[in-house]
């Protein structure tokens, strides 16, 4: 006779199966865009110097954060956007190695030149919403921490304040970005969480 109590030990087990293969998809999807996105460099500005739940950490800002509608590019379905939105940026790379934004929209591009990439945030503020030129987004991509060793977050933060810093990123095709390191005066610093 099946009784209650014989059927949860299986079905435990079910979700403890569901749950670990949750996990190793997140950190399998993670590994492979650190491994194979396409890697370009953008120049950062420190901003915070501790998270007491998860170790030293340096919160970096990019320029590519604050977009403005009257100085680029937005589809015109752009207009009614909100904090939680998504945000496909377009950007191009200049010879020395700098991107600018080109290009913001709601949908990713149907056509990216070789010279571009195209990054997937959200939305976190909207200032003068609508269809005011004067309309700013502040945009997260996922690659604003970096975290450290415990105990180096401080020295690498005097390090950025002081030097020129560059944030390593690794795009995938979809626009979803992941920060791989920095490069603070040509030292290259790799030590990217798995999540």
Do not use: C
């Amino acid at each position: 006779m099946i009784t209650k109590r014989t059927l949860i030990w299986p079905l435990l087990g079910a979700v403890a199966l569901a749950q670990s293969a949750a996990l190793f998809d997140m950190v399998y999807a993670r590994d492979r865009l650190l491994k194979t996105g396409r890697e370009i460099t953008l120049a950062v500005r420190p901003l915070d110097p501790r998270d007491i739940f998860r170790g030293d950490y340096v919160t970096l800002g990019y320029d590519i954060s604050t977009l403005k509608k009257s100085s680029t590019e937005t589809d015109p379905d752009f207009n009614g956007v909100s904090p939680g939105s998504v945000a496909y940026v377009t950007l191009k790379g200049a010879p020395g190695g700098d991107w600018t934004v080109t290009h913001v929209g709601s949908r990713y591009p149907s056509e990216v030149a070789s010279d571009e990439v195209v990054l997937k945030g959200r939305v976190k503020y909207v200032w003068n919403a609508g269809n005011d030129p004067e309309m700013t987004i502040q945009v997260r991509y996922g690659i604003e921490n970096y975290f450290v060793p415990e105990g180096t977050g401080r020295a690498l933060e005097d390090k950025v304040r002081s030097h020129k810093i560059e944030a390593v990123v690794a795009v995938a095709a979809d626009g979803t970005a992941a920060l791989k390191g920095l490069i603070v005066d040509g030292e290259r610093h790799e030590d990217p969480p798995l999540l």
